[in-house]
T-cell receptor, first 109, second 115 residues
Framework: KNEVEQSPQNLTAQEGEFITINCSYS?????LHWLQQHPGGGIVSLFM?????KKHGRLIATINIPEKHSSLHITASHPRDSAVYIC???????????WGAGTKLIIKP | GAVVSQHPSWVICKSGTSVKIECRSL??????MFWYRQFPKQSLMLMATSNEGSKATYEQGVEKDKFLINHASLTLSTLTVTSAHPEDSSFYIC???????????FGPGTRLTVT
């Protein structure tokens, strides 16, 4: 079993829909990152969380430490949100990131 | 936010040649830099961790004589793929961290194709 599991693996939705991507992990962590990777390959850091909730524009990220779970939400989704969203956790025994497999999101106009 | 650049953004080389990829932190000093590779449709895999002025720490299965990492200054780390082979074709990404911060800043990546 992978230490970081994301669901769903693939998600296709219509423009305007509310999107939720989930991340569960099985290790102790210092922090959790949500990242976005566009087809060109570049990675953009969206959020780093160690507790609670963060919001940036239409993106919201939450983390539940006791349940070892985080969610990334996109409100009023748009085709430009189409990308792979990656959850990565920073283990609390070292500073290495453990990566989820990513969720490929396609938003149709 | 902090910016990390990589150069080149893509490179095509012939089998047997060496390729150097640069990773620079543009507006901050990176005490630690990480190098990742990503095969198509797969997660990023950590290759090595480098701290300025010291030898890189390589992950299991990564050949340190093939993937030479130099972190000569607080703003520059280089990855040299020596005697490249087609199976080295991949997307290489660096990231940088300041001190003991949890924040990591990612470079845009370098796509290497070995023919």
């Amino acid at each position: 079993k992978n230490e970081v599991e994301q669901s769903p693996q693939n998600l296709t939705a219509q423009e305007g829909e509310f999107i939720t991507i989930n991340c569960s992990y099985s290790v102790g962590i210092s922090a959790l990152h949500w990242l976005q990777q566009h087809p060109g390959g570049g990675i953009v850091s969206l959020f780093m969380l160690s507790s609670g909730k963060k919001k940036h524009g239409r993106l919201i990220a939450t983390i539940n430490i006791p349940e070892k779970h985080s969610s990334l939400h996109i409100t009023a989704s748009h085709p430009r949100d189409s990308a792979v969203y990656i959850c990565a956790v920073l283990g609390d025994s070292n500073y290495q990131l453990i990566w989820g497999a990513g969720t490929k999101l396609i938003i149709k106009p | 936010g902090a910016v990390v650049s990589q150069h080149p953004s893509w490179v095509i080389c012939k089998s047997g040649t060496s390729v150097k990829i640069e990773c620079r932190s543009l507006d901050f000093q990176a005490t630690t830099m990480f190098w990742y590779r990503q095969f198509p449709k797969q997660s990023l895999m950590l290759m090595a961790t480098s701290n300025e002025g010291s030898k890189a720490t390589y992950e299991q299965g990564v050949e340190k004589d093939k993937f030479l990492i130099n972190h000569a200054s607080l703003t520059l780390s280089t990855l040299t793929v020596t005697s490249a082979h087609p199976e080295d074709s991949s997307f290489y990404i660096c990231s940088a961290r300041v001190g003991e911060s949890y924040e990591q800043y990612f470079g845009p990546g370098t796509r290497l194709t070995v023919t």
